[in-house]
């Protein structure tokens, strides 16, 4: 006797990943946000339960931070090391509601932007709290995502473009940070008319100064000042000071800034 298989539906397609600065919202939490890595400095994090955030003061969230992160719940990555611990050892822990593996923890070094010029606060976020993470890379080409006319009231996002082609043309990966990155990773618009383009330039192999200098110029001729740092295994320098073929450089790592001669080889002075 032939058995006639049961009738099965056609899967449903479903959405594309990338949502207009939201998603993708299929795939959440840690390991589907980091890949399987710790996030870098600058990197921007979408937080499932911003409430869990730990000012490094100490204390509660201020007022202000509770009503960002409760319209945006986007952090940026700061340059600090990150604290591994349980409820024993970690400042005030709380465990994400969202995530019955929240403990024990990794806490991540993050910034919550103000609405208010220089307005930020340091805090820890939970590992397992991270929705979602972009990094400086990817957030190039984003600019369609603003609203028309935007990118070209504002010089920062309107020279993006033009400083992105000079950077490839070094073959130096690279990605905005600071206001326009945030900008363009969030949808919120905080990059002002005086507002800097700031790029992070990914240099894991040494640059010459000699190319260090001709980008720097290069960058210099933008209509909008540009402050690019370039970073190494070991942490950032400014663009501005090694192509300056200055001989003791402040190297910027997650214990802090110190002095050496090679930002690539840091061995002090």
């Known amino acids: ?64 931070a509770r009503r960002v992160l409760r319209a945006h719940p986007w952090v940026t990555v700061g340059r600090a090391p990150a604290v591994a611990g349980g409820p024993a050892d970690t400042p005030h822990p709380v465990r994400c509601t969202r995530d019955v593996s929240a403990a024990p923890e990794t806490w991540l070094p993050v910034i919550v932007r103000g609405p208010e010029r220089g307005q930020h606060l340091d805090a820890l976020a939970p590992r397992a709290a991270v929705a979602r993470t972009l990094r400086p890379e990817q957030l190039a080409g984003r600019e369609a995502l603003l609203p028309p006319g935007r990118v070209a009231a504002v010089p920062a996002l309107a020279a993006l473009s033009e400083a992105g082609r000079l950077v490839t043309e070094h073959r130096l990966a690279w990605g905005p940070i600071g206001a326009v990155g945030y900008e363009l990773g969030t949808g919120v618009p905080v990059t002002g008319p005086l507002s ?65 001669r090679d930002p690539w080889f840091p061995r002090g002075r």
Do not use: N
């Not at 710790?38 to 955030?53: K, R, T, V």
């Not at 040494?206 to 000042?225: F, H």
């Not at 942490?235 to 090694?242: D, I, M, N, Q, R």
């Not at 192509?243 to 110190?258: H, K």
């Open 1 to 64: 006797m032939t058995v006639t298989p049961a009738y099965r539906p056609a899967p449903v397609p479903r959405p594309a990943a990338d949502e207009h600065h939201g998603g993708p919202r299929r795939l959440v939490g840690p390991l589907a946000a980091l890949d399987g890595r710790l996030a870098g400095p600058h990197d921007l994090l979408l937080m499932q339960c911003p409430s869990s955030l730990r000012p490094l003061g100490g204390g509660g969230l201020p007022d202000w």
């Open 196 to 260: 800097p383009l700031r790029l992070v330039l990914r240099a894991p192999q040494p640059v010459s100064r000699r190319d260090a200098l001709m980008l720097r110029r290069a960058l210099s001729r933008l209509p909008v000042p540009v402050q690019a740092e370039l970073e190494t295994r070991y942490g950032a320098v400014l663009l501005a000071e090694y192509a300056a073929g200055t001989v003791l450089l402040t190297l910027l790592t997650p214990e802090g800034p110190r002095e050496v």
